[in-house]
């Protein structure tokens, strides 16, 4: 079984023929697919879809009929979900440090559940939202994970308990604790570790007053990469068991940003100018780092490039942006079949902190988006049709 969404080649030729490029395909299968991994693995966790990852309304709207929750991080975000009419029930306000903004959204959309990992925070809450439902977001360490997001948030161990009681004397409802052991972690050890703590925690939480009931594993899950081994079913199955143990009544959650989005979508791109310089051909593409390439700074990530050359000699080559800046270069000295003017390229696996984050800098519009589901009858009918 495949484990992501790729397109062969003649459904990018069809597709970049009909639609031009740079193209970003979905496959809302492949979303629903991984939805239903964490459902199956780790069936106590109520998911809630971390949207920065991909805000695109055809996932929103998937998970929503799905039955899945969402995490959010701002007010923009809440609106967006509001005006589809999630209810504020299905949101956390996952954002440690809120602004006032956000805050107000949250009144006003039914928001009230959200982290903290300060005392300035539990101030901002009690005066704006004096009735929410809070978990402390735990620091925890993680030198191995892809992107490490606890070098800005998270209490340190020793401050949690302090913090978990103020928040209680704010008249906040004090229910739980919830952490983030970084993006893209290919070993179970991390959540284990950050579970270890929080058992501790909820003990002495307990000792001391407070009646904790809310796991959050945050997010985290990882996609296929290149040269990087890992089992996720085996991953989450000891996770599972672990929760099993030491939180047997807790209620859980986690908050699956990469994982839900990532294997889902397929970007096709065209060589638009080549050049050599130094001896070293350069490729430039109709899409670069201030498109969904972006994902190349903002993400640190690696894609993977495949044209659809067979039985030639790979050269090394570097690949450029279609923008003015001397900044828009992707990918340098890296293997590459030879490629032509026109030549199209297909990224697999490219849904994750990619289009969220482009821009249209030097008036390049974003990458048209279609979905592959409503698309693949119609190419399959013209593929048989081609061969009759
Ligand atoms: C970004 C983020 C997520 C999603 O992380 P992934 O690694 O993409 O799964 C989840 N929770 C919070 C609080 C985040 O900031």
Redesign the pocket.
Known sequence: MCRYFQLNQTAVEKLAARFGTPLLVLSINQVKKNYEVLRKYLPRAKVHY?I??NPHPEILRLMAKLGSNF?V?SDGEIQTLFDMGIDGSRIIY??PVKTRAGLLACNSCGVRRM?FDSATEIEKIKALCPNATVLLRLRIDNKAAH?D?NSKFGAAREDALQLMLKAQAAGLNMAGIAF?V???TVVSDPYLQALDTTRELFAEAKAAGLNLHIVDL????PIPEEKVKFNLPEMLKQISARLDEDFPEAEIWC?????ICGTAVNLITSVIGVTNRGGMPWYFLDEGLYGTFSGVLFDQWDFKLLSFKKGVKKVRATFAGPSCDSLDVMFRGVMTAPLEMGDLLLVPACG?YTSASATTFNGFSKAKFIVWEDMKHRIEVDTRSETL
Do not use: C
Not at 218 to 221: A, D, E, K, L
């Open positions: 971390a920065k990852a995490d991080a996952a954002n982290t992107v997001l983030h970084g993006s893209q945050g997010g985290g899950m908050e699956p940003g990469r994982y994750a």
